[in-house]
């Protein structure tokens, strides 16, 4: 079992609709959870993170966590063609080595 | 967060070459990472790079192939060394800030070997 498994897409979804980027992971000691997106040909860009089990709202994101069942996602409403990405899920396991997800791809139709 | 840039943005080597890349930061950080990413997969961690002394290694890499430099808490250098096409990459230092585990990454170094 992969330790960050994330459905590779690509997600399509209509131009102001709600984007669902799903994300489950292995390692039940995980603590804090971090989601990047990356744009085609640029480098990881941080745009949440949570810590406690629950919904954490940042905009038009959300971050929602489950740690009884190791899972957590991201909700993108409103969504923009400008959020086509690549979606990274992060789960940290404490120190400071982060594991990263191999990323969901997004498209977001106008 | 953090100001971070890397030198050179992307390069063209021959096969059996080396290539030193640099990461800059513009404020003191807790902690360098090096990461490689192939095209189309995910972030690999390659090592932790360690100020004043040897950086760690993730499993699969070892320090001959990828020695690292941490002369200070800004500044980092990966060489990738005996290069063959596997190496073609983007190369990504990435660090941590204060004492929280959220990352930001530099924008990378294209590597390609011919």
């Known amino acids: 079992q992969k330790e960050v498994e994330q459905n590779s897409g690509p997600l399509s979804v209509p131009e102001g609709a709600i984007a669902s980027l799903n994300c489950t992971y292995s390692?039940?000691?995980?603590?804090?959870f971090f989601w990047y997106r990356q744009y085609s040909g640029k480098s990881p860009e941080l745009i949440m993170f949570?810590?406690?089990?629950g919904d954490k709202e940042d905009g038009r994101f959300t971050a929602q966590l489950n740690k009884a069942s190791q899972y957590v996602s991201l909700l993108i409403r409103d969504s923009q063609p400008s959020d086509s990405a690549t979606y990274l899920c992060?789960?940290?396991?404490?120190?400071?080595?982060?594991?990263f997800g191999a990323g969901t791809r997004l498209f977001v139709k106008a | 967060s953090a100001v971070i840039s890397q030198k050179p943005s992307r390069d063209i080597c021959q096969r059996g070459t080396s290539l030193t890349i640099q990461c800059q930061v513009d404020?003191?950080?807790?902690?360098m990472f090096w990461y490689r990413q192939q095209p189309g997969q995910s972030l690999t961690l390659i090592a932790t790079?360690?100020?004043?002394?040897?950086?760690?290694?993730e499993s699969g890499f070892v320090i001959d192939k990828f020695p690292i430099s941490r002369p200070n808490l800004t500044f980092s250098t990966l060489t990738v060394s005996n290069m063959s096409p596997e190496d073609s990459s983007i190369y990504l230092c990435?660090?941590?800030?204060?004492?929280?585990?959220?990352?930001?990454f530099g924008p990378g170094t294209r590597l390609t070997v011919t």
């Open positions: 990435s660090v941590v800030t204060g004492d929280s585990y959220e990352q930001y």
């Open positions: 390692d039940r000691g995980s603590q804090s």
């Open positions: 949570i810590y406690s089990n």
């Open positions: 992060a789960p940290n396991t404490g120190g400071f080595k982060t594991i």
């Open positions: 404020s003191q950080v807790t902690m």
């Open positions: 790079a360690n100020q004043g002394s040897e950086a760690t290694y």
